[in-house]
């Protein structure tokens, strides 16, 4: 199983931009896809972004035309640069891999 490290998070004024890492220690020969999933203080987990291997992505439309979701195949790491930031931005984030979990990094907007 993939084990994914994440991070990047931060506080960051509204308007701002944040860019986060997360890092396949193990096992990134597996990888097909990955997501990105955000849960803010009380909310579900919602899934955010996606890009596979060849590297086609997704993007909920919340945050579609501010962020971007890459992949360095060589660094064995995801990327979501995040432009623009909104408060309802705020949540902790997380990646993903099948039904491995990075430990998430908070993301904090301020208005």
């Known amino acids: 199983q993939v084990q994914l490290v994440e991070s990047g998070g931060g506080l960051v004024q509204a308007g701002g931009s944040l860019r986060l890492s997360c890092t396949a220690t193990?096992?990134?020969?597996?990888?097909?896809?990955m997501n990105w999933y955000r849960q803010a203080p009380g909310k579900q987990r919602l899934w955010v972004a996606g890009i596979s291997r060849a590297g086609s992505t997704n993007y909920a439309d919340s945050i579609k035309g501010r962020f971007t979701v890459s992949m360095d195949n060589a660094e064995n790491t995801m990327y979501l640069q995040m432009n623009n930031l909104k408060p309802e931005d705020t949540a902790v984030y997380y990646c993903n891999n099948t039904s491995a979990w990075g430990q998430g990094t908070q993301v904090t907007v301020s208005s």
């Open positions: 193990k096992n990134w020969f597996s990888v097909n896809y």
